[in-house]
């Protein structure tokens, strides 16, 4: 198989370009190359597939084979990819993924992409819509048991399912014991991914990120999204923030005008690569 190692501040990720050749059991795949100790290592395996609804595809898979609908930075990255790889020469692209389409701006510098704005869509906020077991038309600072302690949760879709929470400190944050509370939580049917917050300011946020399937990442584009949007509706910070990842920093705004969330951001290319997949499975 051929791929690229790509990651949008940290967020990294295999991608395999199946407009040229036909990946079997992604699934599977992706758990064997995301392993860190005995495969390439990454958050995941990107698929970047031709499209008749859009000039792309991308299909996302988690580090544990499991779907994921969207991937902020890894949308970013798919971007980087086919314009630097010549498969288009737009700087303007659409890219349907979980079935919802991203349209996307390019920023080029020397003939390579370096950063990628894209319109993330509205925020989703009704409960069954994330989905989340809740009442009402939205859960913001909605209280919630984890681990014997009670947080206050704001969810939100970008196309996947978030928790907000906020907090006065981060750093010091045990995310490896209480992220797998939360994502595995019983009122989260489709589990969840669980952004960890820190109000600096009204134009600034930071992050960390419990990815269902993943485990703590660097980065999460959409969860960015989330927090920014969560902030605006707990009242914490204005409709243009920058959130501060572990990997980096993202641009994002939340439209008053189309009610769409912008997210801009950098995408990298590590390096390029052929793995035997056969080989790959008896080392395991």
Not at 8 to 25: H, P
Not at 233 to 252: K, M, T
């Amino acid at each position: 198989m051929n791929f690229t190692k790509m990651h949008g501040i940290g967020n990294d990720y295999i991608y395999v370009d199946c407009t040229k050749e036909v990946l079997q059991n992604p699934e599977a795949t992706a758990r064997l190359v995301s392993d860190r100790h005995k495969g390439i290592g990454s958050d995941g395996l990107i698929l970047i597939k031709s499209s008749d609804r859009a000039d792309f595809e991308m299909a996302m898979y988690n580090a544990d084979g499991s779907y994921g609908e969207m991937c902020g930075n890894g949308i970013r990255c798919v971007a980087k990819y086919v314009y630097d790889n010549k498969l288009t020469d737009k700087t303007d692209l659409s890219v349907i993924s979980g079935g919802a389409i991203k349209h996307l701006k390019l920023t080029v510098a020397d003939g390579k992409v370096s950063q990628v704005r894209v319109n993330m869509g509205q925020p989703t906020l009704e409960p069954s819509k994330i989905p989340v077991i809740g009442t009402g038309k939205s859960l913001v600072a909605e209280p919630i048991r984890v681990a014997g302690q009670m947080y206050a949760m704001t969810c939100v879709s970008m196309g996947n399912p978030h928790a907000v929470v906020f907090m006065d400190d981060v750093k010091n944050l045990k995310i490896q014991e209480i992220g797998p509370r939360f994502e595995n939580h019983r009122q989260f049917p489709e589990r969840i991914n669980t952004e960890f917050v820190r109000v600096i300011d009204r134009k600034n946020l930071e992050m960390r990120v419990w990815e269902r399937g993943s485990g703590e990442t660097l980065a999460c584009g959409t969860g960015a999204c989330a927090a920014a949007v969560a902030a605006v509706l707990n009242g914490y910070a204005d409709r243009e923030v920058v959130v501060y990842l572990l990997g980096g920093d993202l641009h994002i705004c939340w439209s008053e005008e189309d009610n769409c969330v912008y997210m801009t951001g950098p995408a990298a290319t590590v390096f390029h690569g052929e793995v035997d997949l056969e080989q790959l499975k008896k080392d395991q």
